[in-house]
Each structure stands twice: as structure tokens, then as C-alpha cells.
């Protein structure tokens, strides 16, 4: 059976449960919530998290990332979940002077419709950021992270707030720096021009033949990049430093360059119209962006750049 809502623009909705079973149902239903639990013992934190919530700050409406969570008296089985979604819908048409100020509004309501004594907010995201560069006076429209942390608790609900932000930013290594300084000094050769380098990965895939072994997929990255290790004593950061800095890529280098180590390893082993993929993200260092190339081609069509090459050296 269906039965009648209210009419909304001219249509009326309709419902497969009458509103006064509705109202049957929560008069006789038990809050289960609230029932006693079968091993009484208190909760320090118990919520939501990973919520996504909606905020009108004087940037605009922008996106963080919620956590709410209370603390659970022993004598109560759970929270009352769907009153956290509530207070949050309750604040979405609001502006706030900050982030922290919604998360002060927030904590207040959500205090009031727990049973728990302490509520804790915690919100994380990005404002934007329109800035001059130094130099050249371009306008770059980057981002901040902001967050706060808003805590209510006792009988009083004191109310702690912390307000937190960060930027990017970029470092220089000052040991390998002076080790590069002073050998470069003794064996009278200049240093080469500094550029910014950055953390990247990258890999390659060889799909659909059983005669690929990971050593030679290793290899072939070995052979293209300039692969860094987590134990590094200063000879061997200042070696992995001057080569990269000798020999520097883009992305778009580091993909060509273990193509062509694939052509190498691979043009005589495995079918022409074995697919490849490769894949390079470059974390960039000061770029608040990454950088990310592909290339998803055939053993073959690497074979014919590397032919093609090889005629136009000898031209």
C-alpha cells in the first residue's frame, strides 16, 4: 500500500510507510542508544570522522574535513550519531569569521545532544592563497592548509581552542652542500649550475608476457633514473646529487629515458606488440603542485624511435 504525502511543487509524494506507524513505532521502539551496555565501562572518544562538511568563511564556501567525537558514559550504549549530522546541517547556511569559530558553534551544539561530558571537533583544509611571485610580480593562486582543533568538557564547558595552518615550502641539504664545496675545491673543477630538484616515482609495467622477471623491470628503472636509497652517508649524497644535477630530467625525461632502457633490455627477448606503461610523478619541491607523465605504448613503437635514432646519428 502507498500512502500520501504533501503536495511539493504540484506532486504529490507518496510513501510505503503511514505516518502513524512512524509515530507507533518510536513510541514503543526502545532508544537503543541509550540502553545499557553489556560491559559497562566509559569510552574516551566516540564519533564520526572523515566527514566531509561544508563551510561559509569570507573566502566562500569552502570544504573540510570533520572529526566529532564525545566521550560515553558507562551507562550508555552508544551516541546519538544522526544528532552529529543535525548540528552540522544546523550551521550550513551560517558565515564564520574562521574555521575555528564553526568548530566552537559545532561543539557547542553537539555538547548539548551527547551524553558524554567532553566533545572534541577537529577540522582540516585549504584556503586560497593569491600571492605575488618575488621577481617577476606574477599573481599564483595557491593554497594554505588551516585546521582547529575545539575542545568542550566539564560541568562548565570550558572551552579550548587551537588554530593551526600550514604552507609549503622547500629545503637545502647544508651537509651535502660544504662536502660538495670542499671536493670540488681540491679537484679544481667547477660545480655544476644549482637548479631545484625534487622526490619522484616512477614505474614501469610490461603486461602479458610470462618470460619478464622483476629484476629486469628493476633494471631498467636503475639504468634510466637516478634512484635514491633511505641510507645515505655524505660520499654517496654528494654522488647521487652531482649526477642528477650533471644529467637533470623533467618527468617527461625520466619516462623516455627507462623507454628506452625497456628497447635495450627487451627488443630481442619479448613480442613486438608487448603493451608497456610507465608512469612518473614528480613531488614537486617549489611547486605546490605535482608533476605526472605517462606513456602507455608497444615494445615495438619503442623499437622504431630507437631505429629512428640510431639513422639520424649517422646522418
Given at each position: 500500500m502507498v500512502y500520501g504525502g504533501k503536495a511539493e511543487g504540484g506532486i504529490l509524494k507518496k510513501y510505503l510507510i503511514a505516518p502513524e506507524q512512524h509515530k507507533m513505532a518510536l513510541e514503543k521502539g526502545q532508544d537503543v542508544p541509550n540502553q545499557r551496555p553489556f560491559f559497562p565501562i566509559k569510552l574516551t572518544q566516540?564519533?564520526?570522522?572523515?566527514?566531509?562538511?561544508?563551510?561559509?568563511?569570507?573566502?566562500?564556501?569552502?570544504?573540510?574535513?570533520?572529526?566529532?567525537?564525545?566521550?560515553?558514559?558507562?551507562?550508555?550504549?552508544?551516541?546519538?550519531?544522526?544528532?552529529?549530522?543535525?548540528?552540522?546541517?544546523?550551521?550550513?547556511?551560517?558565515?564564520?569569521e574562521d574555521i575555528a569559530c564553526y568548530g566552537i558553534a559545532l561543539a557547542r551544539i553537539v555538547v548539548d545532544e551527547q551524553e558524554g561530558s567532553t566533545v572534541l571537533i577537529q577540522l582540516s583544509g585549504s584556503v586560497p592563497a593569491a600571492t605575488l611571485t618575488k621577481v617577476s610580480g606574477r599573481r599564483s593562486i595557491d593554497r594554505i592548509e588551516i585546521g582547529a582543533d575545539v575542545q568542550i568538557s566539564g560541568k562548565e564547558y570550558a572551552i579550548n581552542t587551537k588554530r593551526y595552518a600550514a604552507v609549503y615550502h622547500i629545503t637545502a641539504c647544508p651537509c651535502t652542500q660544504v662536502y660538495a664545496e670542499n671536493l670540488f675545491t681540491n679537484l679544481n673543477q667547477p660545480l655544476p649550475t644549482i637548479t631545484h630538484s625534487q622526490r619522484s616515482r616512477t614505474g614501469l609495467g610490461i603486461n602479458?608476457?610470462?618470460d619478464i622477471e622483476y629484476d629486469q623491470i628493476i633494471s631498467c628503472l636503475q639504468r634510466g633514473l637516478h634512484v635514491t636509497q633511505d641510507l645515505l652517508k655524505r660520499p654517496d649524497e654528494a654522488e647521487i646529487?652531482?649526477?642528477?644535477?650533471?644529467?637533470?630530467?623533467?618527468?617527461?625525461?625520466?619516462?623516455?629515458?627507462?623507454?628506452?632502457?625497456?628497447?635495450?633490455?627487451?627488443?630481442?627477448?619479448?613480442?613486438?606488440?608487448?603493451?608497456?606503461?610507465?608512469?612518473?610523478?614528480?613531488?614537486?619541491?617549489?611547486?605546490?603542485?605535482?608533476?605526472?607523465?605517462?606513456?602507455?605504448?608497444?615494445?615495438?613503437?619503442?623499437?622504431?624511435?630507437?631505429?629512428?635514432e640510431e639513422c639520424n646519428v649517422g646522418i
Open positions: 566516540v564519533g564520526i570522522t572523515n566527514k566531509k562538511v561544508w563551510v561559509r568563511l569570507p573566502y566562500g564556501m569552502l570544504e573540510f574535513n570533520c572529526t566529532i567525537t564525545v566521550d560515553l558514559p558507562s551507562e550508555r550504549r552508544g551516541i546519538h550519531m544522526s544528532r552529529m549530522e543535525e548540528a552540522i546541517s544546523s550551521l550550513y547556511e551560517k558565515e564564520f602479458g608476457s610470462a646529487v652531482l649526477q642528477a644535477h650533471s644529467t637533470p630530467q623533467f618527468a617527461e625525461d625520466a619516462v623516455r629515458a627507462v623507454a628506452r632502457e625497456v628497447g635495450v633490455q627487451f627488443g630481442s627477448k619479448i613480442p613486438a606488440d608487448t603493451e608497456i606503461e610507465i608512469e612518473s610523478l614528480s613531488y614537486e619541491s617549489i611547486h605546490i603542485h605535482d608533476v605526472i607523465c605517462r606513456l602507455k605504448t608497444t615494445l615495438g613503437e619503442i623499437m622504431e624511435v630507437m631505429a629512428e
